[in-house]
């Protein structure tokens, strides 16, 4: 996998995006390299939590639109199939997923922040679904996803209008639970993982599984 980095540190995964020439931008190869390594992580029994991060300056800006332009209608929809598999996987693990964002978050970055559990960002963060303004819908579950999170309303005022919404506003709306200084996320998230981490792991799979299903 060259565009992910994978580690599992005192029952914390580590799985870094380091795509660096597209800003973390997806494409089918990089979904791939993601799916396996949930699958990887997924498969050691020594992992209690999972924190999805960069060392990049963005989370992830989005689906890889060079590649999507040389897509035919076939190939739209196996992506289309390709991206919500993974974000269903990423979403159904039985351990906890925790997201550190910094930089952008947008489109399928902001889809991929959502399958996640819980969502900590640094105070420079944006998020968005841009969609629109291609002539195309959120593909990767942010229509789904994103009302739940948020409500139907802020949703539909982020997708329709396509705007950037800050970390600070992005926090008052319930898309993340903290805020920090870009230069804390990292510490902090690893402290929020690592206290997951410490707790019973039955226990902890057994009430995300209940909060999902219910």
Same mark, same amino acid.
């Given at each position: 996998?060259?565009?992910?980095?994978?580690?599992?540190?005192?029952?914390?995964?580590?799985?870094?995006?380091?795509?660096? #020439?597209?800003?973390?931008?997806?494409?089918?190869?990089?979904?791939?390299?993601?799916?396996?390594?949930?699958?990887?992580?997924?498969?050691?029994?020594?992992?209690?939590?999972?924190?999805?991060?960069?060392?990049?300056?963005?989370?992830?800006?989005?689906?890889?639109?060079?590649?999507?332009?040389?897509?035919?209608?076939?190939?739209?929809?196996?992506?289309?199939?390709?991206? #919500?598999?993974?974000?269903?996987?990423?979403?159904?693990?039985?351990?906890?997923?925790?997201?550190?964002?910094?930089?952008?978050?947008?489109?399928?970055?902001?889809?991929?922040?959502?399958?996640?559990?819980?969502?900590?960002?640094?105070?420079?963060?944006?998020?968005?679904?841009?969609?629109?303004?291609?002539?195309?819908?959120?593909?990767?579950?942010?229509?789904?996803?994103?009302?739940?999170?948020?409500?139907?309303?802020?949703?539909?005022?982020?997708?329709?209008?396509?705007?950037?919404?800050?970390?600070?506003?992005?926090?008052?709306?319930?898309?993340?639970?903290?805020?920090?200084?870009?230069?804390?996320?990292?510490?902090?998230?690893?402290?929020?993982?690592?206290?997951?981490?410490?707790?019973?792991?039955?226990?902890?799979?057994?009430?995300?599984?209940?909060? #999902?299903?219910?």
């Amino acid at each position: 996998m060259t565009s992910i980095a994978v580690d599992c540190v005192d029952g914390v995964g580590h799985l870094q995006l380091n795509r660096a #020439n597209a800003l973390n931008a997806l494409d089918l190869q990089f979904c791939t390299e993601i799916d396996d390594a949930l699958l990887a992580l997924d498969a050691r029994e020594d992992v209690r939590a999972i924190l999805i991060s960069t060392s990049l300056k963005h989370f992830c800006a989005g689906a890889d639109i060079r590649e999507m332009l040389s897509f035919d209608c076939q190939q739209a929809y196996e992506f289309s199939i390709r991206g #919500n598999r993974v974000f269903r996987k990423l979403e159904t693990l039985l351990v906890p997923v925790v997201a550190a964002v910094n930089g952008y978050a947008l489109g399928a970055g902001c889809e991929l922040a959502a399958a996640c559990d819980l969502r900590i960002a640094s105070d420079t963060a944006s998020f968005g679904q841009p969609e629109v303004t291609l002539g195309i819908t959120p593909g990767f579950g942010g229509t789904q996803r994103l009302a739940r999170l948020i409500g139907t309303q802020n949703a539909k005022d982020m997708i329709f209008t396509a705007r950037r919404v800050s970390a600070f506003e992005a926090q008052a709306m319930g898309l993340i639970s903290h805020t920090y200084p870009a230069d804390r996320l990292m510490s902090r998230a690893v402290e929020t993982v690592e206290q997951i981490a410490k707790n019973v792991p039955f226990a902890v799979r057994a009430c995300k599984a209940a909060v #999902n299903e219910g």
